[in-house]
T-cell receptor
């Protein structure tokens, strides 16, 4: 079935370090891909998205490129800040069937000052 | 302001009681979803609805029920049959299955604790 696999956390980095959070997917159709962020005690907010192969989504210094050949959508940021500490979820949505949105298990990111 | 509202933010339930979580949206979205999130874990889909008066079971529907009588509202009832209901519950809405890239919008969540 359709699924999303994320690297397990927690991930702990120092401020200004480079961040990569891996995400791979399995889908029967041609999905759109998303990264959401969740701050403590809150709901999820959309961080970025991409709808077709080789698209690059970007927002707030974060980037992710839709790689169809490797079925991946890895999240990157060149220089993380303490305020980036949160849980990050990769997700996919297919449009050929029911409008289910499938999430990965989430990756907790902690940034040390 | 357009958005999605969940209430209450915190809810306590005695064992054996049913409890209903509210979810309202004013985004004119067709699709609505309920997810459950346990500590340190991802989101698991409970129920979703693509249109009024229609809904489908997700991956963990046992012990839960929903209704979709109005486009704006998608309440979730946690019944006494749910063996381990303590969790963080998230409601989301989205435009229908139309355009690729259509995102989901989330409420702030309801934290349910069984006492």
């Amino acid at each position: 079935g359709d699924s999303v696999t994320q690297m397990e956390g927690p991930v702990t980095l120092s401020e200004e370090a480079f961040l990569t959070i891996n995400c791979t997917y399995t889908a029967t159709g041609y999905p759109s891909l998303f990264w959401y962020v969740q701050y403590p005690g809150e709901g999820l907010q959309l961080l970025l998205k991409a709808t077709k192969a080789d698209d690059k989504g970007s927002n707030k210094g974060f980037e992710a490129t839709y790689r169809k050949e490797t079925t991946s959508f890895h999240l990157e940021k060149g220089s993380v800040q303490v305020s980036d500490s949160a849980v990050y979820f990769c997700a996919l949505r297919l449009y050929s069937s029911a409008s289910k949105i499938i999430f990965g298990s989430g990756t907790r990111l902690s940034i040390r000052p | 302001d357009g958005g999605i509202t969940q209430s209450p933010k915190y809810l306590f339930r005695k064992e054996g009681q049913n409890v209903t979580l509210s979810c309202e949206q004013n985004l004119n979205h067709d699709a609505m979803y309920w997810y459950r999130q346990d500590p340190g874990q991802g989101l698991r889909l409970i129920y979703y609805s693509q249109i009024v008066n229609d809904f489908q079971k997700g991956d963990i529907a046992e012990g839960y029920s929903v209704s979709r009588e109005k486009k704006e509202s998608f309440p979730l009832t946690v019944t006494s049959a749910q063996k381990n209901p303590t969790a963080f519950y998230l409601c989301a809405s989205s435009a229908g299955t139309g355009a690729p890239g259509t995102e989901a919008f989330f409420g702030q969540g309801t934290r349910l604790t069984v006492v």
